[in-house]
Structures are given as structure tokens and as C-alpha cells.
């Protein structure tokens, strides 16, 4: 069974220039969730996904977007990237059913971006 | 407020050591789960073990074993006879009834076993 497929690996930006990522999840989950990992900040969660619909969102700023397909494959973009936008993101996927905490999270190798 | 805390950094041990790590995690939900996640050097998050607020049992499960303690509010984790492959920063997760599908992480904690 193939795991979550994160695309691209790595990638290098400037400065106002927007970014999209791509997230493939397990075949059969339909929840998708993406997390901001930084040194200072840790692992922050962005959003949440099922069957196309955003369901929840975290602290962050609207130049960070999402949506999801209907084959449950989700892409997250940021536009207008500042340098405090460097961080590994992290895809995760589930079944989504069952309430929080029902489902385990499995995660992506992540796309790691750079923004100078 | 930071929802989980665990307050080793780092730990460094040497193969076979046990390792503990400490978990205390803050939330007035009465339905929760808790979890450890393990993220080697590749990046991905390697999802360890789980536990919901309704069950206190500690278990065994291979070389992981956990003690989840309601009344301190602490969730911590061993690992018996550390290998080199241990090696890895490991996460305290807490995900909420009021939240769904969001874990809120710690601030992790590095692992290093020396051979």
C-alpha cells in the first residue's frame, strides 16, 4: 500500500513569489491535513480537508490556501512569500471518520522550502 | 497557552539504556487522545502509539511501553533496551473533542542512542 506522496521534495523561492505543494494521500483516506514545521515554531497545523471541504483551519495568515480534489489529493499554496515562510511542510492523511482522535495520522517525507 | 509540553530537549544514551520521555499535555475536554509520533532524519512523522482519555491502562507493546496518568495529566514514554536505530526526535501529540482532526504538538524531544 503506497503512503502519502509529497511533491516537490524540496524547493527554493524568493521573496514574493507564491508556492503551491502537492499531497497525495493513502488510496481510500479522504482527509487530508497539512502541518508547518519550524525550529521556533514547531509543529503548527494549517488545515484539514475531507470530501473537498475545508473543515478546519489553523492560526495562519490568508496567503496560506488549500483545497482538495475530488480523488482526495490536496494542494496547499502560499503567496507572497516572506522568509519566515521557510519550513518543512507535512502532509498527513486518514480515513477522516470516527470523530478526532478515531483516525490515525499518517504522514508525508514532507516538501521543504526555502525562501531567500 | 502551549497544549503540550515536554520538557527534555535533548536525551543521549548509550545502546541498551532505557529512555523515558516526559509528556504533560493541558486540555478541558473530557474526550481526547494522546499520541507519539517519531521523526527520524528522513522527515516523516512515524506514528508510535495512541491513547484515548477513557483508558488509563498502561501497555506494553514491543520495546514501547507507556504510563498515561489522568490525575497528573502526563503522558510518558519508554523505550527498553534503546537500539542505534532509536535515534530520532519524538513527539507528544494531543488532539481534542472540540478540534477535530487537529493534533497540537510538542516541542519535541531528541533522541540520540551512541553504539
Known amino acids: 500500500k503506497a503512503g502519502v506522496t509529497q511533491t516537490p521534495r524540496y524547493l527554493i523561492k524568493t521573496r514574493g513569489q507564491q508556492v503551491t505543494l502537492s499531497c497525495s494521500p493513502i488510496?481510500?483516506?479522504?482527509?487530508v491535513s497539512w502541518y508547518q514545521q519550524t525550529p521556533g515554531q514547531g509543529l503548527q497545523f494549517l488545515f484539514e480537508?475531507?470530501?473537498?471541504?475545508?473543515?478546519n483551519k489553523g492560526n495562519f495568515p490568508g496567503r496560506f490556501s488549500g483545497r482538495q480534489f475530488s480523488n482526495s489529493r490536496s494542494e496547499m499554496n502560499v503567496s507572497t512569500l516572506e522568509l519566515g515562510d521557510s519550513a518543512l511542510y507535512l502532509c498527513a492523511s486518514s480515513t477522516g471518520q470516527g470523530g478526532s482522535g478515531a483516525n490515525v495520522l499518517t504522514f508525508g517525507a514532507g516538501s521543504r522550502l526555502t525562501v531567500l | 497557552a502551549q497544549k503540550v509540553t515536554q520538557a527534555q530537549t535533548e536525551i543521549s544514551v548509550v545502546e541498551k539504556e532505557d529512555v523515558t520521555l516526559d509528556c504533560v499535555y493541558e486540555?478541558?475536554?473530557?474526550?481526547?487522545?494522546l499520541f507519539w509520533y517519531k521523526q527520524p532524519p528522513s522527515g516523516e512523522l512515524v506514528f508510535l502509539i495512541r491513547r484515548n482519555s477513557f483508558d488509563e491502562q498502561n501497555e506494553i507493546s514491543g520495546r514501547y511501553s507507556w504510563n498515561f496518568q489522568k490525575s497528573t495529566s502526563s503522558f510518558n514514554f519508554t523505550i527498553t533496551a534503546s537500539q542505534v536505530v532509536d535515534s530520532a526526535v519524538y513527539f507528544c501529540?494531543?488532539?481534542?473533542?472540540?478540534?477535530?482532526?487537529?493534533?497540537?504538538f510538542g516541542a519535541g524531544t531528541t533522541v540520540t542512542v551512541r553504539a
Open positions: 480537508y475531507f470530501s473537498e471541504t475545508q473543515r
Open positions: 501529540a494531543l488532539s481534542e473533542g472540540s478540534n477535530d482532526y487537529k493534533l497540537s
Open positions: 488510496s481510500g483516506h479522504r482527509s
Open positions: 486540555t478541558r475536554d473530557t474526550t481526547y487522545y
